[in-house]
Nanobody, 114 residues
Framework: QVQLVESGGGLVQAGGSLRLSCAAS????????MGWYRQAPGKQRELVAA???????DYADSVKGRFTMSRDNAKNTMYLQMNNLKPEDTAVYYC????????WGQGTQVTVSS
């Protein structure tokens, strides 16, 4: 059974940084392209970053240049380094396959104050 556990969120001032982690289990993690998603209040969940099985990332325009996604296949873990955070980055962040096919974890709350 696929299990995804996100962590690392918190409250930070605008311009600050956070590093999110996603621990994955129940699948052969290394073969799947993965994604970081976020859902702000009243909005649909959106994909903000994706990474191939080989570690090549891609980003939504809204976070390009500020967020860095990486993965450690040996640890079944992926990360999202978020720098220069803005209030509009406030959301619950989730990890999943890049197509969002698996069951969602509980997410981790990121709140950016202005």
């Amino acid at each position: 059974q696929v299990q995804l556990v996100e962590s690392g969120g918190g409250l930070v001032q605008a311009g600050g940084s956070l590093r999110l982690s996603c621990a994955a289990s129940g699948m052969i993690f290394k073969i799947y392209p993965m994604g970081w998603y976020r859902q702000a209040p009243g909005k649909q969940r959106e994909l903000v970053a994706a990474i191939t099985s080989g570690g090549q990332p891609d980003y939504a325009d809204s976070v390009k240049g500020r967020f860095t996604m990486s993965r450690d296949n040996a640890k079944n873990t992926m990360y999202l380094q978020m720098n220069n955070l803005k209030p509009e980055d406030t959301a619950v962040y989730y990890c999943n396959k890049n197509t969002g096919d698996w069951s969602w974890g509980q997410g981790t709350q990121v709140t950016v104050s202005s």
